[in-house]
């Protein structure tokens, strides 16, 4: 039989992976899987566990939230694997299933894994660090990793709204320089996200359109602080609305950059803390991520 490594979080969301979690590895075994279960026991342990089973299996499963999926790819690549990745979206805020069409039903989620093929995604290179879909700094970045677990667990996404709103009179701005391969910028910003998403923050259509999360490039996005509300009217509609533009919001595409700051940044890995840096440089780990996805499901973004 082959064998699967199912590494699960079974706190993520309200914690409904316990009440499916039998019925999920049903799906995986009569698909001939000899299935590997791992409960998450503490940060990073999901990465570890990873490296250890690497050359033990012949595919790799999680269920959690973007957090959960960061360790288990950060793993892959700790390891140089490229083993399957099955991926089943449990967490409050799921922005990279929802960028690929991976089902919100966890069933349908495995039989997906179990009837899928492989698309080849990207992953950014963040300093000595990875992330799956976003790196951003400013404005709210901090309330994913900052709200409490059992207040997601309670209120779910708008955990993350009461969060947030205590920060509205609050936030700070940071002088920086950008570089790219193609283009230089110089200014002082209250947000910043370099992403390879569909959605962020349970946004849909943030990053623009047409985005292929397989073309080694990131979509930019920095944001100037207002300076009246008209600004802040336009600032809002140009990420709301992909053709909508600013001239307080810069869009770009770049397979590279080099962010640098006069002062440390608190920087968002995937919702979780990136840690705080003067200078970080970021760039396009080009189609590393073996995703298993069932090319059927519509806005699927396989390709032959």
């Not at 590494?7 to 009440?19: A, D, E, L, M, V």
């Not at 996005?221 to 307080?248: H, Y």
């Not at 995937?270 to 059927?296: A, M």
Request: aromatic share 8%.
């Amino acid at each position: 039989m082959k064998k699967m490594l199912f590494i699960f979080n079974p706190r993520s969301g309200k914690g409904q992976i316990r009440t499916k979690l039998l019925d999920i590895i049903d799906v995986f075994t009569k698909a001939g899987y000899e299935v590997i279960t791992h409960p998450t026991q503490a940060e990073r342990d999901a990465s570890r566990t990873v490296v250890s089973y690497a050359d033990q299996i012949d595919m790799v499963v999680c269920s959690g939230g973007d957090g959960t999926l960061d360790e288990v790819v950060d793993g892959l690549m700790m390891s140089r694997s490229d083993l399957p990745l099955g991926y089943i979206p449990a967490g409050s805020t799921n922005d990279f299933g929802d960028s690929v069409g991976i089902p919100h039903t966890l069933i349908d989620a495995a039989n997906d894994i179990v009837n899928g093929r492989t698309y080849l995604c990207d992953v950014g290179l963040f300093n000595d660090s990875r992330f799956v879909y976003v790196a951003a700094f400013g404005l709210f970045t901090d309330v994913s990793y900052q709200t409490d677990q059992n207040m997601k667990n309670v209120l779910g996404h708008m955990a993350y709204v009461l969060e947030a709103s205590k920060r509205i009179f609050n936030i700070p701005s940071y002088k920086i320089k950008i570089e790219t391969d193609d283009f230089n910028a110089e200014g002082e910003y209250i947000y910043g996200m370099i992403t390879n998403a569909r959605s962020v923050g349970g946004i849909k259509g943030i990053t623009g359109d047409a985005v292929d999360m397989s073309d080694g490039l990131f979509e930019v996005t920095m944001v100037s602080a207002p300076q009246n509300p008209v600004e802040l009217t336009e600032i809002a509609n140009a990420l709301l609305n992909p053709k909508a533009e600013s001239k307080r919001v810069l869009k770009m595409k770049a397979s590279r950059l080099k962010v640098v700051s006069e002062t440390p940044i608190p920087w968002t890995l995937d919702g979780e803390y990136g840690g705080d840096h003067y200078d970080v440089e970021i760039e396009n780990s080009h189609r590393t991520l073996h995703l298993i996805l069932n090319p059927e499901r519509e806005n699927n973004l396989l390709t032959s």
